[in-house]
């Protein structure tokens, strides 16, 4: 089945915590995002990846790291989470035609930093 | 700085009743628009998308969105909502030429069976 899969699915940490949340796809897509979700203010682009070993930031990168050393991967790092970084985490691949097509999308990582 | 507003952040409508979204963005030169849509417990998934061409574009479950250039404006409609289209819906605009995507903030639509 065709599918964008994250892990963990919830996560409670304390602040300057370490943290990695993993991002696979397996529908061989060059491009790959994270994004947050905020009440009230939607979806924001954290970074992207246009194909292994590119990447770019979205609109709200501070604060984390990514990196895309195959195709299928795409974790996203917190070096030392903060509270303002609880949110709804999602993952999204798509091919990286022009224009992007749909983009297909995780299930979600709900993370809660105390 | 690229902007996507949806001013609906909460829609309460009766089954039958049709529906309206607005969606607008700031940017002036060519883009890419989609909806997305997100029913509770589920992934988001795309409802329609616009790249070129007829500005009425149709989607899935009988939404569709109409491109109006010079209002910068991608509103979804549907004629008569259905109870098992409550969900959260999202427009996103991609700036052509970029990797880059931009999403509204969101509304929420309940409807009551």
């Known amino acids: 089945e065709a599918q964008v899969t994250q892990n963990p699915r919830y996560l409670i940490t304390v602040t300057g915590k370490k943290l990695t949340v993993t991002c696979s796809q397996n529908?061989?897509?060059?491009?790959m995002s994270w994004y947050r979700q905020d009440p009230g203010l939607g979806l924001r682009q954290i970074y992207y990846?246009?194909?292994?070993?590119?990447?770019d930031k979205g609109d709200v990168p501070e604060g984390y790291k990514v990196s895309r050393k195959e195709k299928r991967n795409f974790p996203l790092i917190l070096e030392s989470p903060s509270p303002n970084q609880t949110s709804l985490y999602f993952c999204?691949?798509?091919?990286?035609?022009?224009?992007?097509?749909?983009?297909?999308f995780g299930p979600g990582t709900r993370l809660t930093v105390t | 700085a690229q902007s996507v507003s949806q001013h609906n952040h909460h829609v309460i409508l009766s089954e039958a009743a049709s529906l309206e979204l607005g969606c607008n963005y700031s940017y002036g030169g060519t883009v890419n628009l989609f909806w997305y849509v997100q029913y509770p417990g589920q992934h988001l998934q795309l409802l329609l998308k616009?790249?070129?061409?007829?500005?009425l574009v149709k989607g899935i479950k009988g939404f569709e969105a109409e491109f109006i250039k010079s209002k910068f404006s991608f509103n979804l409609r549907k004629p008569s909502v259905q109870w098992s289209d409550t969900a959260e819906y999202f427009c996103a605009v991609n700036e052509a030429g970029t990797y880059k995507y931009i999403f509204g903030t969101g509304t929420r639509l309940k409807v009551l069976a």
């Open positions: 999204a691949s798509s091919l990286k035609g022009a224009p992007l097509p749909e983009q297909y």
């Open positions: 616009y790249f070129s061409g007829d500005p």
């Open positions: 529908m061989n897509h060059e491009y």
């Open positions: 990846s246009m194909n292994v070993e590119v990447t």
